[in-house]
């Protein structure tokens, strides 16, 4: 059974940090691709960040520069580091695994459950 299980979330001011976790089992961590999404209230499910099984990463533009994406195998799992937080950076996040090309098409085969993030202004 394949569980993507997510950690981090909170509330936080603007401009502040977190990083989220999402540990994975029952996949082949080492090769799968992972990536983190998010999805404010009445809007779809945006990719934030992907890495591929080799350490390549994206970043959606909304992110970039602010936001870190990492994998550590030895644990089978997956971060989002976030800094300098924003109001519009206030959404469910949530972890995916899948194919790299599939994660950019939103087409991930495992989904965690999701951590909020709250960002005030």
């Known amino acids: 059974q394949v569980q993507l299980v997510e950690s981090g979330g909170g509330l936080v001011q603007a401009g502040e940090a977190l990083r989220l976790s999402c540990v994975a089992s029952?996949?082949?961590?080492?090769?799968?691709?992972m990536g983190w999404y998010r999805q404010a209230p009445g809007k779809q499910r945006d990719l934030v960040a992907a890495?591929?099984?080799?350490?390549?990463?994206m970043y959606s533009d909304s992110v970039k520069g602010r936001f870190t994406i990492s994998r550590d195998n030895g644990k089978n799992t997956v971060y989002l580091q976030m800094n300098s937080l924003k109001p519009e950076d206030t959404a469910v996040y949530y972890c995916?695994?899948?194919?790299?090309?599939?994660?950019?098409?939103?087409?991930?085969?495992?989904w965690g459950q999701g951590t909020q993030v709250t960002v005030s202004s």
């Open positions: 890495i591929s099984t080799s350490g390549s990463t």
């Open positions: 995916a695994s899948g194919l790299y090309s599939a994660l950019m098409a939103r087409a991930a085969r495992y």
């Open positions: 029952g996949i082949n961590f080492r090769v799968t691709a």
